[in-house]
């Protein structure tokens, strides 16, 4: 099996700071992109970052300045820090990753359980 493992959600106070850890764990051949989605009650899913394993990033002009995406490919790990934390950042951040199983295989796209990131006063 192929699991995205997510953690670092939570409540923090407008203004502060989080960090997004996400691993791709499980039977695969290679992991390519990496990134972050957000979806809040109501609104449509929408990509927050995204890293390639050059470390070519793209970010949701909404977070620029803010978030800062980065990767680790020896753990096969992304990670998101989130600044200057807004209630409007309020949503279930899912990891999303294109993924290889097999060496002669497709990649394609996996997705985590997501995790909770409620800005609150």
């Known amino acids: 099996q192929v699991q995205l493992v997510e953690s670092g959600g939570g409540l923090v106070q407008p203004g502060g700071s989080l960090r997004l850890s996400c691993a791709a764990s499980?039977?695969?051949?290679?992991?390519?992109?990496m990134g972050w989605y957000r979806q809040a009650p109501g609104k449509q899913r929408e990509l927050v970052a995204e890293?390639?394993?050059?470390?070519?990033?793209t970010y949701a002009d909404s977070v620029k300045g803010r978030f800062t995406i980065s990767r680790d490919n020896a753990k096969n790990t992304v990670y998101l820090q989130m600044n200057s934390l807004e209630p409007e950042d309020t949503a279930v951040y899912l990891c999303?990753?294109?993924?290889?199983?097999?060496?002669?295989?497709?990649?394609?796209?996996?997705w985590g359980q997501g995790t909770q990131v409620t800005v609150s006063s």
């Open positions: 890293i390639s394993v050059g470390g070519r990033t």
């Open positions: 999303n990753a294109y993924m290889q199983l097999q060496s002669g295989g497709p990649a394609t796209r996996y």
């Open positions: 499980g039977s695969f051949f290679s992991v390519y992109t």
